[in-house]
């Protein structure tokens, strides 16, 4: 019943930025959690922050200090600024969205089809 739509992903140098959304479909009544993780060729997938519908942010040791989850409740998307990247940074980034949708409230859990963002040095 809901969806995610993920946009912004591309390669960058060294101490480049990028900034991705993700924006959520459906007859959704509220969205009170969002997260962005990402997976790197060869490794599991982690969590690189996360935030509430009363503005709690989160952040991964290795991105706090660069990067900065933001959102806009009117259009039902998530951000994710991104500065000073490495080629750490590099992998699939995954959009996580949960909520209560429908006339019943029932809940979601959606996630988005990820974004590949690339950094060279």
């Known amino acids: 019943q809901v969806h995610l739509v993920e946009s912004g992903g591309g390669w960058v140098q060294l101490g480049g930025s990028l900034r991705l959304s993700c924006a959520a479909f459906?007859?959704?009544?509220?969205?009170?959690?969002m997260g962005w993780y990402r997976q790197a060729p060869g490794n599991q997938r982690e969590l690189v922050a996360t935030?509430?519908?009363?503005?709690?942010?989160n952040y991964s040791d290795s991105v706090k200090g660069r990067f900065t989850i933001s959102r806009d409740n009117a259009k039902n998307t998530v951000y994710l600024q991104m500065n000073s990247l490495s080629p750490e940074d590099t992998a699939v980034y995954y959009c996580n969205q949960r909520g209560l949708y429908g006339l019943d409230r029932n809940h979601f859990d959606a996630w988005g089809q990820g974004t590949p963002v690339t950094v060279s040095s």
């Open positions: 459906g007859s959704i009544f509220t969205i009170y959690a």
């Open positions: 935030t509430t519908s009363g503005d709690n942010p």
